[in-house]
């Protein structure tokens, strides 16, 4: 089945900094979306976004479809933006599967 | 407020025990879904039901049944609880595949 790669699986950075996060899949998908799981562990869907590039506030997403990465940035960081961010796709079954996560460190 | 509602928020059964965990969403969404998330492994899909009255196996469905009861909920049972399955339990439900919504999840102890 299709597989998701999430790099890196651990990230710490001091508040203000920027970052991206990459998320690799190994068949073509219809569906890649984007998620932050906060450190009290509640899930929220930040971008659907299965080609081209989305911005809202301080954090984007460009996916290359034909490329099979997809990729998200951070800008400026604060310490609220600390939690584990996940990728997940869509398979042709149309079953939604994630990948393992990039945990996130802001710190102060 | 709308949303993805998930009952009980923690649970502990002793091996063999059964509980059916619930899973109630008032947005008028299709497709409903139950995760696992266990530490260094994302979320793995159990069971998922495109609208009311279908549904299939996802990645990890064995161990667990599910009902779609109506269009609003989604149950999780576990017929006889296994230490393997101790885990935090995530419902979630979508429209148009392109937004999903997830309840705030259960924690499940079975020892």
């Known amino acids: 089945g299709i597989q998701v790669e999430q790099s890196p699986p651990d990230l710490i950075l001091q508040e203000g900094a920027n970052s991206t996060l990459r998320c690799n899949f190994s068949?073509?998908?219809?569906?890649l979306q984007w998620f932050h799981q906060n450190p009290w562990g509640q899930l929220i869907n930040l971008f659907y976004?299965?080609?081209g590039t989305k911005q809202n506030g301080r954090l984007s997403a460009t996916t290359v479809a034909t490329e099979r990465y997809s990729l998200l940035y951070i800008s400026s960081s604060q310490t609220t933006d600390s939690g584990v961010y996940f990728c997940?796709?869509?398979?042709?079954?149309?079953?939604?599967?994630f990948g393992k996560g990039t945990r996130l460190h802001i710190l102060p | 407020n709308a949303g993805v509602t998930q009952t009980p928020k923690f649970q502990v059964l002793k091996t063999g025990q059964s509980m059916t965990l619930q899973c109630a969403q008032d947005?008028?969404?299709?497709?409903m879904y139950w995760y696992r998330q266990d530490p260094g492994m994302g979320l793995r899909l159990i069971y998922y039901s495109a609208s009311e009255g279908t549904t299939d196996k996802g990645e990890v469905p064995n161990g667990y049944n599910v009902s779609r009861l109506n269009k609003r909920e989604f149950s999780l049972r576990l017929e006889s609880a296994a230490p393997s399955q101790t885990s935090v339990y995530f419902c979630?439900?979508?429209?148009?595949?392109?937004?999903?919504?997830f309840g705030s999840g259960t924690r499940l102890t079975v020892v």
């Open positions: 979630a439900s979508t429209l148009n595949q392109r937004g999903y919504t």
């Open positions: 068949d073509s998908v219809n569906n």
């Open positions: 997940a796709v869509m398979r042709r079954d149309d079953k939604i599967i």
């Open positions: 947005m008028n969404h299709n497709s």
């Open positions: 976004i299965p080609s």
